[in-house]
C-alpha cells in the first residue's frame, strides 16, 4: 500500500483491466459455479456490510438464515432440519464429519468411509481431523459399490458418504443402500449433494436422495452452485438440529455466547441473496431452469457423438463425459480423473455457446 491513495476511478479501471484477464463465461464449460441471479447481486450489496458471526448484531439477517435453513430443509424434504450457511461444500463436509467423530469419542483410530467419486474436500477433511480414509471403488455407472462398501465399514468407522451428484461423472449413488449400512453399522451417514441438491429435485421422477431417506444424517448442498447464489455460499443441514452443540465453543465477546461454525466472522450477503433467488424463482423456476440445462446436456450428447466422442455415461444430470482428451483451443474443459472429457452444463452454457463449441469441435475434427 502506498502513503497517497489514489481516486476512485482509478482504483476501479485498474481493477476492471484485470477483470478483463478473466475469461468470460460463454467460454466456461467446465465449472460448477454460474452468473449468480440478479437477484442475489443486488441483494447482496444490500447485505454487504452484515455479520452473521455476531447475529445479535444483525437479527434481521439471523432470520434470513433460519428462513433460508428452513426452505434448504424443505427441499430436501425436512422443513425442521437443523444447520447453518457454510463458505461451502468443502465446510459442509468437514463439519458433517466432525460432528460423526464427536459422537463416537470411544473409537480410538477413527475412519470414514467414503465412494471414490467423494470430492477431495474429504481428503482435507481426513487430514485436519486425523482419520483414515477407506476409498470404496466404482459399481456401476461411477456410483459407489455398495456391496464393496459394506465389506469395508468396522467398528472403527464413525461415517460413510453417499454423493447425490457426483463432482466428475454426475450420477447419484444409491443413498437407501449407504443409509442402511450406516445404520446396521451404528455410524453417521453424511451425504454429499453440494451440487445435485439443487438439481435432483427439479428433475422428472427424481430418486430419494436426501433426508427422505431413513437414515440420513446431514447434507451437504451448496446454493453458490446451482442455487444461483454469490460465492461463497453453502449449507450443511442436520436430521437432528441439536448435533451441531456438539461442536460449540464459547464466544464470550459477542451476542451469542456459543458457536459452532467453522469460521468466525461470516457474510450475511450471499445468505440473504440465495434466499431472495428461491423466494423469486420458486419451485417452478428451478424446475424450468435445470429443464434447460438437461436439454443442453443432451444436445452436447448429440452433438460430440456426432463428432466422434464416446458418452462415459447417460447423462443424469448436466454433467457430460466423454473418451477422448481433445477439446478446441479458447474452451474452457476439464478432465477427470480417469482422463475423460468432463463438461457441467450450467445456466450459462446455453444453446448457442453449444452450438459454437461444436461447431469448433467439427473444424478441430476436418
Ligand atoms: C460434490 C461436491 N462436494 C463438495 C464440493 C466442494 O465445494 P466447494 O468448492 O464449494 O467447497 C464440490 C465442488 O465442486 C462438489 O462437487
Redesign the pocket.
Known sequence: MKDEGCSMGEVLSFLSDLRDEDLHHDRILSS?CTIPHPIAIAVHEMFSATNLGDPGLYPGTAKIEDLLIHSLGELMHLPDAGGYCT?????S?LQAIRIAKKLKPEVKEPNIVVPASA?F?FDKTCDMLDLEMRVVPYGTNYTVDTEKMAEMVDRSTIAVVA?A???EYGMIDDVSVVARIAEEQNCFCHV?????GFVIPFLENPPLFDFAVTGVDSL?L?P??LGLATI?C?SLLLRDPKALNCLSVDSPYLTMKKQCTLVGTRSGADVAGAYAVMKHLGREGFRAMIAGCMENTRRLVVGMEACGYSRVVDPIMNVAVFTGEIAPVGWKVSYTRNNHLRFVVMPHVTCDVIECFLADVAAMRE
Not at 87 to 91: K, R
Open positions: 460448477m463458505s461451502g461444500g468443502t465446510e463436509n470430492h474436500s454423493v451428484g457426483t463432482t454429499d449433494a453440494a451440487f445435485g451437504s451448496d453458490h452452485k461463497p453453502g
